[in-house]
Nanobody
Framework: QVQLVESGGGLVQAGGSLRLSCAAS????????MGWFRQAPGKEREFVAA????????IYADSVKGRFTISRDNARNTVYLQMNSLKPEDTAVYYC?????????????????WGQGTQVTVSS
């Protein structure tokens, strides 16, 4: 099991930017593909972005493509989500998740470990 702690959330105006971080407590972080998900009030949790073990492959939800960038630093056991051009509809609790696989994907049940989440609020 991987312990994950998100940080970097907050309140930002529409059009602004935030960078989320997720620190992992695990012996070999590079064995895990990582993902970001979010849950807006009254909605189900949804996929945002994912990155493979070495950072060479990424995928994004259509709603964030071109605005969000996922990256990782295996030396620091950390995955990031750079969020630009934020919109009010991006308001949600953002979660990072880990999966012990080479492949990446948007399916939540394929992720083994989850963080507690960090709140992002975008005002109009």
């Amino acid at each position: 099991q991987v312990q994950l702690v998100e940080s970097g959330g907050g309140l930002v105006q529409a059009g602004g930017s935030l960078r989320l971080s997720c620190a992992a407590s695990v012996r070999t972080f590079s064995n895990y593909a990582m993902g970001w998900f979010r849950q807006a009030p009254g909605k189900e949790r949804e996929f945002v972005a994912a990155i493979n073990r070495n950072g060479g492959s990424t995928i994004y939800a259509d709603s964030v493509k071109g605005r969000f960038t996922i990256s990782r630093d295996n030396a620091r056991n950390t995955v990031y989500l750079q969020m630009n051009s934020l919109k009010p509809e991006d308001t949600a609790v953002y979660y990072c998740a880990a999966r012990f696989t080479r492949s990446i994907g948007p399916i939540q049940r394929e992720y083994d470990s989850w963080g507690q989440g960090t709140q992002v609020t975008v005002s109009s």
